[in-house]
């Protein structure tokens, strides 16, 4: 359990525990068995038996009513230790109470309500398909005397994807290709950036553009991953990873240690004022740019003497060479074990017999020391104390190799008619910074430009934030929060505004009155509070 869910060491939190009820039973029509319940959540319109869960696993019909199986998350600041961290609405029907399977949970007394402490995400909240139903919740609080408005829902997303972030300078596979989950295309490697390959995987192409098989995997895999769950994935060409946010991504069954310092340029010019006098040649080698210290302008600024060394690859500019072997899984990103592989003849006018020589790769993880020999061949030998520790530097400035993984997805479309009848108004009110977006509490970085493109860091959301449904789509949380002038001169549902604790009490608007439950988390640190933050209260 991350510190993202803690939940204060209480008995039964793992197990959802209470239902949800949604719906009272309604058969849909004549044809339909009158012990079955329609559920309208999403499209699949679902018709449950007695018993049984829909086809997402989160709906199910108890004794006639439907139930969300998964309790609403509400955030607040701090827990007291002792406090509850799941507990009944009021109200809880004595049915569902007789036939709980979760241990006997204690009664909310309301002395736990502190509102300007307490969120409701949309994790839990449910979706109101069709979109142009008011969202499940629409919070009415005072925030430092000023009044608010969160609209909370669950979307439920075609247009959505993961960006995955993994620090590592390993080979995992050649740009634009495919990534595969259990023999599925479910994306693709894409731009590396400095230190880390980054791969684009799940979105709308991989859901529903291929086969029915392409889109279930794609929607587990999805699911998971966001779920801060360990996937593997096999790349076109490549390798055989696992990923899994924040831990470090396991590269054809080797966990990953470091990544590197910077590319070999960069170590050269860090490290070059530690190694003059020690060294005569050092060479960085690194699938990107490969640095030779005499000839590179740090070497230069210490006026180091050329040692003769001759590189292959293409030289870029003094000092920086590219493309000194192939990508792999070797030294510095590349595939070569043998360093001296990538060195040709030395100049005989220049070098001379005695010349010593670091090779290293860019994480200090491979290194090898040389002198030349009386015809200019290096000789491995053993390292000396003090050059061994200027490497043992290089790995100490290494950062701990993670996988990071963003969720990317669009909530422009009918999802806003939840929030208003007249929907670029909402987008519009984004834009101006009006309105403050979070998905399952956590911040969310809105991409400039047309639409509601919003992406989060998963290891911020609640755990267990995303669900998926068969059309195949990924269920995920959102909540829009501004002032209630703001949300009245958007054309928001403000008939549908409730306090707080109307809204613990009773649930969802669409709920009845009927019992709901309730996980409450504490809010990570990490994360600002979602209806403080300027300029929502400046
Ligand atoms: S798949 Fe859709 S209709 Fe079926 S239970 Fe889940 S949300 Fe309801």
């Known amino acids: 359990m991350t510190e993202h869910t803690k939940t204060d060491g209480l008995p039964g939190l793992d197990a959802p525990g209470l239902p949800q009820v949604m719906e009272r039973a309604r058969p849909r029509n004549e044809r339909m068995n009158s012990a079955k319940v329609e559920c309208n959540a999403c499209p699949v319109l679902c018709q449950i038996s007695e018993g049984r869960a829909g086809a997402c696993d989160r709906y199910a019909n108890h004794g006639g009513t439907l139930v969300r199986l998964d309790p609403v998350v509400v955030l607040r600041r701090s827990l007291d230790a002792g406090e509850a961290a799941l507990v009944p609405f009021a109200g809880r029907s004595a049915e569902v109470a007789a036939s709980d399977t979760a241990a006997p949970m204690p009664a909310w007394s309301g002395d736990l309500l502190h509102s300007e402490q307490v969120f409701v995400t949309g994790v839990g909240s449910s979706t109101t398909y069709p979109d142009y139903k008011p969202a499940p919740f629409i919070v009415g609080s005072q925030q430092q005397g000023v009044d608010m408005v969160t609209v909370v829902t669950e979307g439920i997303f075609s247009y959505c994807s993961f ?292 992406m989060a860091d998963v290891l911020r959301m609640p755990d267990n934030s995303f669900g998926t449904v068969p059309t195949p789509a990924i269920v995920a949380p959102i909540e829009f929060s501004m002032r209630r002038s703001d949300y009245e001169a958007l054309g928001g549902h403000m008939g549908q505004i409730r306090g707080l604790q109307e809204v613990l009490q009773r649930g969802a608007w669409h709920n009845d009155g009927a019992p709901q439950s309730l996980q409450w988390l504490t809010l990570p640190e990490a994360n600002p509070w979602p209806l403080g933050q300027p300029p929502l209260l400046g």
């Open 163 to 454: 960006k995955v972030k993994i620090d590592t300078d390993r080979f995992l596979g050649a740009e634009q290709a495919n990534v595969r989950c259990k023999g599925e295309v479910v994306g693709h490697v894409t731009t590396a950036e400095y230190g880390s390959q980054m791969l684009s995987l799940g979105g709308v192409h991989h859901l529903t553009g291929g086969s029915k098989k392409e889109g279930r995997i794609t929607a587990e895999m999805m699911q998971a991953l966001g779920n801060k769950q360990a996937v593997e994935f096999t790349i076109d060409g490549g390798s055989q990873i696992v990923i899994q946010a924040g831990r470090a991504p396991i590269v054809n069954g080797v966990a990953e240690q470091r990544m590197r310092v910077g590319c070999g340029s960069a170590a050269v010019g860090i490290f070059a004022r530690q190694f003059f006098g020690l060294v005569d040649e050092v060479v960085v080698v690194d699938d990107h740019i490969t640095g030779v210290l005499t000839e590179h302008q740090a070497g230069r600024c210490l006026d180091m003497k050329p040692s003769g060394i001759a590189m292959r690859g293409r030289k870029s500019t003094p000092g920086r060479y590219f493309q000194v072997a192939n990508p792999g899984n070797g030294w510095g990103g590349t595939d070569i074990a043998e360093p001296l592989s990538i060195l040709d003849p030395w100049d005989p006018v220049v070098a001379w017999p005695g010349l010593r020589l670091l090779m290293t790769s860019t994480t200090g993880e491979h290194a090898s020391w040389y002198v030349l020999d009386a015809q200019l061949q290096p000789v491995e030998t053993e390292m000396p104390a003090e050059v061994r520790r200027i490497v043992d530097r290089i790995g100490e400035n290494c950062e701990p190799s993670l996988s990071t993984v963003l969720f990317l997805a669009g909530a422009g479309g009918s999802l806003r008619a939840g929030v208003t009848e007249n929907p670029v108004l909402l987008t519009r009110s984004i834009k101006q910074a009006l309105v403050n977006v979070t998905v399952g509490g956590a911040p969310a970085y809105v991409w400039p430009g047309g639409g509601i493109t919003v």
